[in-house]
């Protein structure tokens, strides 16, 4: 996914409202621009690190900028914007990035499935094959303790509890269920489920995994220009 044009920088003030953050530009300025992530945002939204915003030429939208990327004091590169996740599996399954999932002919996003009201992410679909249901999660809480450790997810998310249970139930009935976690932090280098955070996640993720929920974690290479999925790290309890 390439930022056309390429993102501008600035400084980071403090994220607020869940939805908004204020910044300071080059000429030391400040303005308010969207934040789309209504996560904790842990060790991603530090005042003072260095950040980098888009542009929309959305004349109806009350901030026109949008927060994207976060650089910490180590020098990580984290993508903070979740909207991107989703793009971003969609562009390294259609590329063949994610080996995993190649050999489907249809892919549909935002697909109404489940006994409780979900939306899978994506969607593959081959004539001689099962459907595949994807659900899609961005990583970028980083074990600052332990080199390389990511975790998911940052808070409770009883949102994404109703997603392994859905998706365990297709697994179950027969479709193959897939649970894609988007590394979006240059320092994970392996992924584990937050116990830590919430332990009911953790539980239902190795309920899932035991009756044929796939795990895949894929990173991404971040810059203010691109960002793309480009290579399969470790996922373990």
Not at 109 to 130: A, H, Q
């Amino acid at each position: 996914m390439k930022f056309t044009p390429p993102l501008d920088s600035a400084i980071l003030i403090k994220r607020y409202k869940r939805f908004l953050a204020d910044i300071t530009l080059d000429d030391d300025s400040e303005r308010t621009i969207h934040c789309a992530n209504t996560g904790a945002m842990t060790g991603c939204a530090t005042p003072g690190n260095k950040v980098w915003y888009s542009t929309s030429d959305n004349p109806k939208r009350k901030y026109p900028n949008s927060w994207e990327l976060t650089q910490t004091s180590q020098g990580d590169k984290i993508c903070i914007n979740t909207a991107r996740a989703n793009q971003l599996a969609v562009e390294a399954i259609e590329s063949g990035v994610i080996s995993e999932l190649q050999g489907y002919e249809q892919l549909q996003t935002e697909v109404k499935y489940g006994k409780e009201n979900s939306r899978i992410d994506i969607l593959l679909k081959s004539e001689n094959r099962p459907k595949c249901y994807i659900e899609v999660k961005s990583v970028t809480l980083l074990d600052e303790e332990r080199e390389g450790q990511g975790y998911f997810p940052d808070a409770v998310t009883t949102r994404g509890q109703k997603h392994l249970r859905e998706l365990t139930e297709m697994a179950q009935s027969g479709s193959r269920a897939v649970l894609l976690f988007t590394v979006l932090h240059s320092g994970i280098e392996k992924v584990s489920p937050a116990l830590h955070i919430d332990a009911n996640y953790s539980q239902l993720l190795k309920y899932a995994q035991e009756r044929g929920v796939e795990v895949l974690c894929y990173k991404a290479e971040l810059s203010s220009e691109e960002i793309k999925l480009v290579k399969a790290i470790e996922f373990s309890h």
